[in-house]
């Protein structure tokens, strides 16, 4: 779900996860899993299945929860964890490019991974399995652009 907020300047914050069709194989594992549940008459199916569908749906919530990506008017920020937190931001005029990468199941599912690359460092950080990624990549480019030459809009 993306999530937008407009700041004073009139820009968006946009706030948004990794997409749920990342995780489809789980998911379809735990619907299948809920199924045999429910046909199952063995006895041991019905001790341990349930928990395997807590485990396997603890799984695919935590992974979809623990990170968070924001595109907001001055960076751009990723957060990791559920518990603990790790937080990363990147000003705009510390990034050097934004790159899309899609592998064959990811351009399938219509996934991408975005890279957000640092000038005078080698740090990174990367926004997996967004959904739509050139969508957001333009976005992060063009608000690049906008910051070294604000006559363009």
Do not use: C
Not at 31 to 52: C, E, M, R, T
């Amino acid at each position: 779900m993306t999530k937008e907020s407009v700041d004073k300047d009139g820009l968006n914050e946009i706030y948004f996860r990794p997409a749920w069709r990342s995780q489809w194989f789980k998911i379809m594992i735990l619907f299948i899993s809920i199924g045999i549940y429910l046909k199952a008459d063995n006895q041991w199916v019905h001790l341990l299945l349930p928990v395997f569908i807590g485990i396997l749906l603890i799984k695919i919530l935590i992974k979809r929860y623990k990170r968070r990506y924001m595109i907001g008017p001055a960076g751009v920020e990723l957060n990791i964890g559920i518990a603990s937190r790790d937080y990363t931001r990147i000003e705009y005029r510390h990034i050097r490019g934004a790159h899309m990468r899609q592998s064959i199941r990811q351009r399938l599912l219509k996934l991408g991974q975005i890279e957000i690359s640092t000038a005078g460092s080698d740090e990174k950080i990367y926004f997996d399995d967004v959904k739509n990624p050139a969508h957001y990549t333009n976005i992060i480019k063009t608000r690049l652009i906008n910051i070294y030459d604000p006559a363009v809009q």
